[in-house]
């Protein structure tokens, strides 16, 4: 009996430490980013929720659902300005399913929440570091790169002339 005791101890200190990553997390973003234009998140947020509430319970911790591909495609339709936070929301959506209403289950929905809001912001942040290197990247090598007379396609600089990427045409390099 006081394995049991210690055991759930535990889950409800992991419970409010992510509860609180959760709700840390959305007030950062809120500083920082506008919500996306509820026209636009709304749509995504209840595409989201269905797919969260079918989703499959693999175990306890695991859940199985097509969902991440909707806050995926969301965080690229919502731009630059508002896509963590309108990740982080739809991620909030997530916390709980048909089972832990079914079994009234209070431990696992927080848990969830934290969980799913901040992989959304973390998710967002790496794209968002990603796109902002790619871009970097992209303006040093094109410049003012022509479009490739081959084909119509932008081409990059490959030392002082530019070469196509698409069909491998260039600007009278050898």
């Not at 967002?124 to 902002?132: C, D, K, L, P, Q």
Request: hydrophobic fraction near 50%; proline fraction near 4%.
């Amino acid at each position: 009996m006081p394995e049991l005791k210690r055991l759930e101890g535990k889950k409800v200190r992991l419970a409010v430490l992510y509860a609180a990553a959760g709700i840390g997390s959305l007030v950062v973003l809120a500083l920082f980013q506008e919500f996306p234009p509820l026209s636009v998140w709304i749509p995504f947020a209840a595409a989201f929720a269905f797919l969260e509430w079918r989703s499959v319970e693999v175990n306890e911790r695991l859940k199985a659902s097509p969902s991440v591909m909707v806050a995926l495609v969301a965080g690229v339709v919502f731009g630059r300005g508002s896509a963590a936070l309108g990740m982080a929301a739809l991620g909030a959506l997530g916390m709980l399913n048909q089972r832990d209403i079914r079994e009234r289950r209070v431990l696992v929905p927080i848990m969830n929440f934290g969980q799913y809001v901040v992989t959304e912001t973390v998710t967002e942040t790496v794209m968002a570091g990603s796109a902002a290197l790619v871009d970097s990247a992209l303006k040093e090598n094109m410049g003012d790169a022509p479009v490739c007379s081959n084909c119509g396609h932008m081409t990059i600089r490959n030392g002082s002339c530019y070469v196509c990427l698409t069909c491998g045409d260039t600007t009278g390099c050898s």
